[in-house]
C-alpha cells in the first residue's frame, strides 16, 4: 500500500514561513491532481489548495498571495510554500493525491504547523 509522507511542520512565528513537502513511499499511477488541506482544533478539515497534472492551481481565498502550491512531476511530489504566517493557519496539514480510478484517493498522515503570535 503506497503512503504519502509529509514533511516540514514545525513552529513558526508569525510572518514566518514554511515549505511542506509530500511524497509517495511507492508509484501512484493515473494521478489527476494533488492538494494539501488542513485542520484546526474543533473545526472541519478545509481545502488549502490544489494543483492538477496540467499545472491549474486553486487556492481556499483564507491564503490567496501567501501560499504557493507547486510540484516536481519527476518525483511525483508537491509542496506548500506557506508565507506571511498567521496564528490562524494553526493546523495539522494534510496532502492528497487524486487518482481517475480506484483508489480515488491517498491521504498523508498530517504534520502539525503551529503559528505564534
Known amino acids: 500500500q503506497v503512503q504519502l509522507v509529509e514533511s516540514g511542520g514545525g513552529l513558526v512565528q508569525a510572518g514566518g514561513s514554511l515549505r511542506l513537502s509530500c511524497a509517495p513511499s511507492g508509484s501512484i499511477s493515473w494521478l489527476i491532481a494533488m492538494g494539501w488541506s488542513r485542520q484546526a482544533p474543533g473545526k472541519q478539515r478545509e481545502l488549502v489548495a490544489t494543483?492538477?497534472?496540467?499545472?491549474?492551481?486553486n487556492y481556499a481565498d483564507s491564503v490567496k498571495g501567501r501560499f504557493t502550491i507547486s510540484r516536481d512531476n519527476a518525483k511525483n511530489t508537491v509542496y506548500l510554500q506557506m508565507n506571511s504566517l498567521k496564528p490562524e493557519d494553526t493546523a495539522v496539514y494534510y496532502c492528497n493525491y487524486r487518482r481517475s480510478f480506484a483508489p480515488y484517493d491517498y491521504w498523508g498522515q498530517g504534520t502539525q504547523v503551529t503559528v505564534s503570535s
Open positions: 494543483i492538477t497534472t496540467g499545472g491549474s492551481t
